[in-house]
C-alpha cells in the first residue's frame, strides 16, 4: 500500500472476521468505547478486546470512566476514523442508537457530564428530537460554566436538527440562545430569537408560553432603556 490508510485497511483486512466486527462495532462507540457498551452493541463482541489489544490496534486506559467497566481506546485517530468508515451505513444507525442507550442507562445522575457525546450518538442514529434534546441539555451544561460559545454552537446545532413540526421543543431552545445572547450582549439576535419563540408560541395557542415571551420582550425594553 502506498498511503497509511490503505496500510491500515490492509491491516484490518488480514483481521479474523470476529475479531474485525468487534473494531468496527467499537469505533461506533468511538474513539474511546467500553467492553459494556459493545456488550450491548453485540453481545460476545468484548472476548475480542485482548486479541485487538495484542495486535497495538486498541489499548485498555488504566482507568475506566464508568464502575464495572473496561475502557480502551484506538492507538491512533486514523485508524478509528478508517475502521468506523467499513461499517455499512444502515448498520451504524442501530448501532450508534443502541451506543446512545447505553450511554443513558449507565451514567444515571452523571448524564449532565456525558450529554455531548449522547446527543451525538442518537443524532447519528437519525432520532432528531433526542439528539437536539440531549444537545440542549449539552448547552445548559456549558452556559453554567460561562463556555457561552459552546451553548450557542449546541442550541444552533439542536435548531438545526430539530423537524419544524416540533414547535414546543424549538421554542424552548429559541429562549435558551436568547438567555446566551442576553449575557454576552448580542442584543439584536436575542430580539429575533424572541420574536421566533413568539410565532411557536402562536401557534401552539398557548397562553404560559405567550406569557413567557411577554417577560422576555419586558426584559429587553428594561435593558435598553425604553420603560
Given at each position: 500500500p502506498?498511503?497509511?490508510?490503505?496500510?491500515l485497511?490492509?491491516?484490518l483486512d488480514?483481521l479474523?472476521p470476529?475479531?474485525h466486527?468487534?473494531?468496527?462495532?467499537g469505533s461506533v462507540?468511538?474513539?474511546?468505547f467500553?467492553?459494556?457498551?459493545l456488550e450491548?452493541v453485540?453481545?460476545g463482541?468484548?472476548?475480542?478486546?485482548?486479541?485487538?489489544s495484542g495486535?497495538a490496534l486498541?489499548?485498555?486506559?488504566?482507568?475506566?470512566?464508568?464502575?464495572a467497566?473496561?475502557?480502551?481506546?484506538?492507538?491512533?485517530?486514523?485508524?478509528?476514523?478508517?475502521t468506523?468508515?467499513?461499517?455499512?451505513k444502515?448498520?451504524?444507525r442501530?448501532?450508534h442508537?443502541l451506543?446512545?442507550?447505553?450511554l443513558?442507562?449507565?451514567?444515571?445522575?452523571?448524564v449532565?457530564?456525558?450529554?455531548g457525546?449522547?446527543?451525538?450518538h442518537f443524532?447519528r442514529?437519525?432520532?432528531?428530537m433526542?439528539?437536539?434534546?440531549?444537545l440542549?441539555r449539552?448547552?445548559r451544561?456549558a452556559?453554567?460554566a460561562a463556555?457561552?460559545?459552546d451553548?450557542?454552537?449546541?442550541?444552533?446545532r439542536?435548531l438545526?436538527?430539530?423537524?419544524?413540526s416540533?414547535?414546543?421543543?424549538r421554542f424552548?431552545?429559541?429562549?435558551?440562545r436568547?438567555?446566551i445572547?442576553n449575557?454576552?450582549?448580542?442584543?439584536t439576535e436575542?430580539?429575533?430569537?424572541i420574536e421566533s419563540?413568539?410565532q411557536?408560541?402562536?401557534?401552539?395557542?398557548?397562553?404560559?408560553l405567550?406569557?413567557?415571551?411577554?417577560a422576555?420582550r419586558?426584559l429587553?425594553?428594561?435593558?435598553?432603556?425604553r420603560?
Amino acid at each position: 500500500p502506498t498511503t497509511l490508510t490503505a496500510v491500515l485497511q490492509s491491516r484490518l483486512d488480514a483481521l479474523p472476521p470476529k475479531e474485525h466486527a468487534a473494531l468496527q462495532r467499537g469505533s461506533v462507540i468511538g474513539h474511546v468505547f467500553w467492553d459494556g457498551a459493545l456488550e450491548v452493541v453485540a453481545p460476545g463482541d468484548s472476548n475480542a478486546l485482548d486479541a485487538l489489544s495484542g495486535r497495538a490496534l486498541i489499548a485498555e486506559h488504566a482507568a475506566s470512566s464508568f464502575a464495572a467497566t473496561r475502557e480502551y481506546g484506538f492507538k491512533h485517530h486514523l485508524l478509528h476514523q478508517v475502521t468506523y468508515d467499513t461499517v455499512l451505513k444502515k448498520a451504524r444507525r442501530e448501532l450508534h442508537r443502541l451506543a446512545a442507550e447505553w450511554l443513558v442507562t449507565v451514567t444515571g445522575e452523571r448524564v449532565g457530564e456525558h450529554v455531548g457525546l449522547i446527543a451525538h450518538h442518537f443524532e447519528r442514529a437519525g432520532d432528531a428530537m433526542r439528539a437536539a434534546d440531549y444537545l440542549g441539555r449539552a448547552a445548559r451544561a456549558a452556559y453554567n460554566a460561562a463556555a457561552y460559545g459552546d451553548a450557542r454552537a449546541a442550541v444552533d446545532r439542536a435548531l438545526a436538527l430539530l423537524p419544524a413540526s416540533d414547535q414546543r421543543q424549538r421554542f424552548d431552545l429559541l429562549l435558551q440562545r436568547a438567555d446566551i445572547h442576553n449575557v454576552t450582549g448580542h442584543r439584536t439576535e436575542q430580539a429575533a430569537d424572541i420574536e421566533s419563540a413568539a410565532q411557536c408560541a402562536e401557534q401552539l395557542g398557548d397562553d404560559r408560553l405567550r406569557a413567557r415571551v411577554g417577560a422576555w420582550r419586558a426584559l429587553i425594553a428594561l435593558i435598553t432603556g425604553r420603560y
